[in-house]
């Protein structure tokens, strides 16, 4: 399959008032062949503007795109050797499965009739659609329709997938049920796949690598768990993660954070990591890094619960600390009242620190050990 190497990317649009608006701001991505790549933002960052320019349906106003070790930035999209995938499935609905998946094919190749078949016939069991054949787009359920819409992507075995918001249309458990078709597939074909998403739960359970973009500029790119676990700025951390990072304004003084509710007391090695003259910090402590504790504790930060919102498993505290909200995550058994008044404790091995001006990471959570959370949650048998 191919390599995609995308570099300096610029894509700059004018208003009609003479005014630019850049959507895609100086962008480098490499992405290794066979990797699922996902792009992932809020609305107007420009993951779909760059999806475009990679498909061919945009051209760069500045920037080069390889794909496989061959300059396509100019060439037409049936040239470049990709297959896309809308958030509209696009099927047409006066033609059956067979011939909707067909059609690309008989417009763009010299196959025959039969071989046409024979591809769509292999993509259809690879799908589990190999029944709906004869049947037309009015017949078929939002999932079935989009696995047609792959299927169609699949027969032309392309170099590159490129997928915008597939599943955006689809009801919330059809779409969990499809991304993990989605992973499936791409992982059995083995096809360098370029995922957009603003949906940061789709970012990271699907994508091997997932880049975060914001207002055209490229904010990080990692794993999800790097992305999730040392954020390199405040947006990434912000986005990232599900419910969002909480965040308070804090000085830095003498070994101390000083929020306008609390003292912080932080260790030598934190103080260490802190530049001398930046004063002004962002703390951040994931939810589900928040412990409860007693006021006794170190560090114990007083809290009264606004809303408790049980999930089943977990349960959600909204909390207010000073004249701030926090969230925090509960284990779901613990039988916690509104207004109730308690305290709560941020670990210090698990805060993240940001600039305050620029919003870049200071210091993130301390890394986590995998072999050891592995042994963590693994049950041992008994001696007995």
């Excluded at 945009?58 to 396509?72: A, C, K, Q, S």
């Excluded at 909707?100 to 039969?114: A, I, Q, R, V, W």
């Excluded at 990271?204 to 880049?211: C, E, F, L, P, V």
């Excluded at 990232?240 to 954070?257: A, E, K």
Aim: net charge negative; aromatic share 6%; with cysteine.
């Amino acid at each position: 399959m191919g390599q995609v190497n995308i570099t300096d990317l610029t894509k700059i649009y004018n208003d009609g008032s003479n005014n630019e608006i850049i959507a895609v701001d100086d962008l480098d991505v490499t992405i290794q062949d066979g990797e699922f790549l996902v792009l992932v933002g809020p609305s107007g960052c420009g993951k779909s503007t760059t999806l475009r320019c990679l498909a061919g349906l945009e051209m760069p106003t500045y920037g080069r795109i390889e794909i496989n070790g061959e300059e396509v930035t100019q060439k037409r999209p049936k040239e470049r050797g990709v297959a896309m995938v809308f958030q509209n499935y696009a099927l047409y609905p006066h033609m059956n499965v067979q011939k909707n998946m067909s059609f690309g094919l008989k417009m763009t190749t010299d196959l025959s009739k039969e071989e046409r078949r024979e591809k769509v016939e292999w993509a259809a069991d690879i799908l589990d659609i190999s029944d709906l054949l004869e049947k037309h787009p009015k017949d078929l359920s939002g999932g079935q329709q989009q696995r047609v819409a792959l299927g169609r992507a699949i027969v032309r075995d392309p170099e590159l997938f490129l997928m915008d918001e597939p599943l955006s249309n689809l009801d919330a458990k059809l779409r969990t049920t499809m991304r993990t078709e989605l992973q499936q597939l791409q992982q059995d074909l083995e096809v360098t796949t370029v995922y957009v998403t603003h949906d940061q739960t789709e970012a990271m359970t699907m994508g091997d690598q997932i880049a975060v973009l914001n207002r055209g500029k490229l904010q990080q790119i990692g794993t999800p768990l790097e992305c999730y676990h040392q954020p390199e700025n405040k947006f990434v951390a912000g986005f990232i993660g599900s419910p969002s990072m909480n965040f308070i304004n804090v000085s830095h003084r003498d070994g101390q954070l000083e929020a306008p509710s609390f003292t912080y007391d932080i260790t030598p090695e934190i103080e260490e990591e802190i530049d001398s003259d930046n004063r002004e910090l962002t703390l951040g402590i994931r939810p589900q890094d928040i412990e409860l504790a007693n006021s006794s504790v170190k560090n114990a930060v007083p809290a009264t619960v606004n809303v408790v919102e049980p999930m089943g498993e977990v349960s959600y505290l909204y909390l207010e600390i000073g004249d701030q909200t926090f969230t925090a995550s509960v284990s779901g058994e613990l039988i916690i009242d509104n207004q109730q008044e308690l305290h709560v404790m941020f670990p210090i091995d698990r805060i993240h620190l940001f600039d305050q001006r620029t919003g870049e990471a200071v210091k993130n959570r301390e890394a986590i050990d995998e072999g050891e959370a592995l042994e963590k949650h693994m049950i041992v048998p008994s001696n007995e």
